[in-house]
């Protein structure tokens, strides 16, 4: 699999991530405190740092519908703990 680099937010919801140099490296965090890398885009990098990380993945939920052929697993494995652990948050 080719490492592309682009916001993998944008990338699950299919779009293109515009302007690849404000890409930036964040780390969400397991339960046990492991961090986990994401590339993230500006726009998303500050919905994460203004809402906190499980508010910022249960508010992508959408992109569990999307977990096949995703090489990010750890991220959506994070992901799909968070929203099923906090399912009444989700409007
Ligand atoms: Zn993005």
New binding site residues.
Partial sequence: MNKKYE?????HYG?P?FDKSTLERQSLYDDQGNPIPVI??????VQLFQSGQKKFLISHYRILNDLIASDEMKFLELMERTVRANLDMIS
């Fill in positions: 916001c993998t937010i944008c990338k779009r991530t993230l885009c500006r726009k998303h990098a």
